[in-house]
């Protein structure tokens, strides 16, 4: 049974994913909070990744950066310090978690790490220049990394656009702003956590063994299409 590390598991898209990698992968979840999901399979430590040290782990065979953030300002209202916290979330959690871990990793069963970036890094958006900057430096860690431990070991990030969590509840607050959010995609819908789930683990499998660093864009259209 191969051992999956998890860092956000507790709430939206980490969420989903260890609730579909339970049944038949050893899952160490990493997060500020506890996750509301109790199984023998599942064991968790409670820390803050750019805060403290990282807990040691034996083994694992994967692994999955989920923290993320979503400031939207304007740039005259985004202070250097956003920039700095954005970045740090986003790019250095995962260098940080990525460095503790990758001993271990080089020393599992094919093993694959999965990041996540945002539509926002490749289409143009407005109030968007802090995340998107952060969201490319995570692009940038994938091509690079990919390149550099292959053929050991094997990553790639996915591109959300609006995801139903509680990080995106106030792009989705109500019923006027959840239509407009649906009709701005051509494909008219927005993402549910459990969608995204379904492509990281993906990611994680051997089914996806040929694939190393790409960013796939889950963008319900919005960057692909022009309709």
């Known amino acids: ?12 898209i980490g969420k989903a994913l260890i609730e579909k990698l339970l049944p038949y992968c050893n899952v160490v ?15 968790h430590f409670n820390c803050d990744v750019t805060q403290e ?4 782990i034996e083994t694992a065979d994967g692994l999955v ?5 979503i400031n939207l300002k304007p740039i005259s209202r985004l202070s250097i310090d956003d920039f700095k916290n ?3 979330i986003n790019v250095l959690g995962a260098v940080k978690v990525i460095q ?12 694959s790490v999965v990041l996540f970036s945002t539509v926002a890094a490749k289409l143009g958006m407005p109030y968007h220049a802090s995340i998107a900057v952060a969201k490319s430096g995570v692009e940038g860690l994938v091509k690079s990394l990919g390149a550099e431990l292959a053929p050991t070991l094997r990553i790639n990030a996915i591109a959300p656009t609006v995801t139903d969590t509680d990080l995106a509840s ?9 239509e407009n ?45 022009k309709i």
Not at 1 to 12: A, H, N, P, Y
Not at 53 to 56: E, I, M
């Open 1 to 12: 049974m191969k051992t999956i590390i998890v860092v956000g598991g507790s709430k939206g």
């Open 29 to 43: 979840n990493i997060s500020r909070s506890t996750p509301e999901i109790s199984h023998t399979n599942l064991s």
């Open 53 to 56: 040290d990282l807990p040691d």
């Open 65 to 69: 950066y989920c923290p993320g953030s």
């Open 86 to 88: 954005d970045f740090e």
């Open 100 to 111: 503790k871990y990758l001993p271990i990793l080089k020393n599992g069963s094919k093993p």
């Open 170 to 178: 106030k792009l989705l607050r109500n019923d006027k702003m959840i």
């Open 181 to 225: 959010i649906t009709e701005r995609h051509p494909l008219k819908k927005f993402l549910s956590p459990e969608e995204v789930a379904d492509m990281a683990e993906f990611l994680l499998s051997e089914n996806s063994s040929s694939i190393s660093g790409q960013v796939f864009e889950m963008d319900c259209g919005i960057v692909s299409f």
